[in-house]
């Protein structure tokens, strides 16, 4: 019998450690006794998972484009349900489009199908969990974005990165997987379960990103956590909506978990707080008055984020499956990210980096 398994793609990444922590201390909460069987996570990355791995999560380094490793994870284990972290951000994407391409299009395909292939066997068919982002909004000059400040999901979706439009594509793909892929043939309501959240730019206290556009704000706040200087690669008037990392990850396990009848729409929009980079300064000056943070706009990346909406519609979530952020801003810097990260470097504990999902 093979085991099953909710596998996670991008494990060793931001969200995917997050994530698999958070699905850990659940299911230890749910399943208190010695008798139960925690959920079991396949935890798949390129790179190894840099902390000590709970009990209930099988570590697999390797890639999501390699057909036959694939092959092997669906002959050991039965996938329920698919968190497709992995992908290449939007900066990173820039300078390789080939390589984000490859990852985060054909790595998706690659992984719908097993989905697609999985339901069919289980005759159920699997949740796939798809974090997608605000990099799929293009807002085509300042004047649009200051006035249309909290962009709806079918608004502005004209992405002007590669990232953007691979998540966007994704987005389609998934879509048409769960509703259209072969229902001719085999005569099944649904071949599986796409779900997907658009994510703002996300901080962590305890991962620095990279390769990502709105890694300015994670950046800064580490930075002067460790009394280092730093540049902020945007312009001090550049607005994006941002969410602390607890929240992301509630939000893919709470749209996880919704009732299927309950959802109006496959893609949502999520947020928690819209600032300015210079607000976002303020915020880390609140609580590190020595910290030296100075502004040096990189055009490429400027213009990137002038693209992005400066805040997002996220009511039909909220109405749909009860989404809601715990932390808004101020308790965002005041009870997450400034403790914990005070806390990290003063025990001198090296803060990982890790690739953004969104
Ligand atoms: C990025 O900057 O690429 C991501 C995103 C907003 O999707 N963090």
Redo the contacts with the bound molecule.
Sequence with gaps: MRAKVSLITGAAGEVGQALIQRLSTDYACEQPTAAATPRQILALDLNPLPTALPANVHQVQGSILDTGLLDRLVSEYEIEEIYHLAAL???RAEFSPDAAHRVNVEGTLALLHLAAQQSEWRNEPVRFIFPS???VFGLPDQKTKATAPRVREWEWNYPTTM?GCNKLYCELLGVYFSRHYRQLAADRPTSLDFRAVR????VSAFTI?S?????YGPEMLHAAAQRKPYACFVREDVR?PFMAMPDAVKALIDLARAPQEALSRPVYNVTSFSLSAAEFRDHVLRHFPDAQIGFAPDLKRQQIVET?PADLDDSTARRDWAWHPDYDVDRAFAEYLVPNIRRRYEVGVPVPTGD?C?
């Excluded at 390769?211 to 890694?215: E, I, K, N, R």
Aim: proline share 10%; no cysteine.
């Design positions: 951000l939007s900066t982002s605000i990099a990232y994510f703002p730019g996300l990103p390769g990502g556009t709105s890694d994006i992005w953004n969104a």
